[in-house]
């Protein structure tokens, strides 16, 4: 056991494993899916990279009192967050942007606030109230807000008052662009800035180029449930054809 890093540790619902050695968090991983498959630890290979400053994309509760993560096993209560360990710098730095400018009084009708930052761009996107009677002002505070952040990108999505969506389809941008940009083993990929993407980026990396050597030349490949086909691109100089197949 050790001291977690994380100052919100025990209390944050987002990490549950801090107070163990990242070792042994590792070894417990690869004895837990042995057991599942029924097969010898030894036949499982692990990958692993940065344990802290590693995501890309963070998803913040905005509530009448601050900004911050859902309370451990307390849907509805949330824990104020200043700086989140696991997420990277910039990141951070952007949670700080936000917090500085979105107090109290400026808060409005906002439900989250989506920062994420790729290595080659950042975004932030505040996913507000569409049924609430402040949506107006909130729209207003927010172009305000557009003109200060060092983001590249800021928008507005709209949600239902019920809704626990983050993203939306609904939605504009008020500065910058709708696409992010990630590049993974040099090749470059453009993503929506309301759809899924990996969140660790060199983790992303590692199971690209793994899984180039598990598949051996040939004439057709298909990548399924393939996002913006970060897999079979990376891959299309090993085929005749590659075929990627996603609905968002």
Known sequence: MREAKCRYFGRCGGCATQ?????????????????????PTELIKVFSSDEFGYRNRMDFV????????????????????EECS????????????????FNHERRGAIKYAVIRTPSLGSSVSLVVNEDSQKREDTKAEIHEF????????????????????????????????????????????EYHMQSFFQNNSKMAEQ?????????????????????????????????????VVENS
């Open 146 to 189: 557009a003109r200060r952040p060092t983001a590249a990108n800021v928008s507005i999505a709209y949600v239902s008052a019920g809704s626990g969506d983050s993203v939306s389809e609904n939605f504009h941008v008020i500065k910058g662009d709708t696409y992010l940009k990630e590049k993974f083993n040099g090749i470059t990929f």
């Open 19 to 39: 107070h163990i050695e990242y070792s042994i968090q590792l070894k417990n991983k690869v004895n837990t899916l042995a057991t599942l498959l029924k097969i």
């Open 207 to 243: 199971m690209i180029a793994y899984t180039k050597k598990l598949l051996s030349k040939g004439e057709d490949l298909l990548d399924l449930y393939g996002g913006v086909g970060s897999f079979g691109l990376s891959m299309y100089s090993m085929f005749d054809k590659v075929t």
């Open 86 to 101: 696991i997420s990277n710098d910039r990141l951070n730095e952007l949670l700080l942007e936000v917090r500085q400018f």
């Open 62 to 81: 905005v509530y009448s009192k601050g900004i911050g993560l859902r309370e451990k096993s307390q849907w509805n209560s949330i824990v104020e967050i």
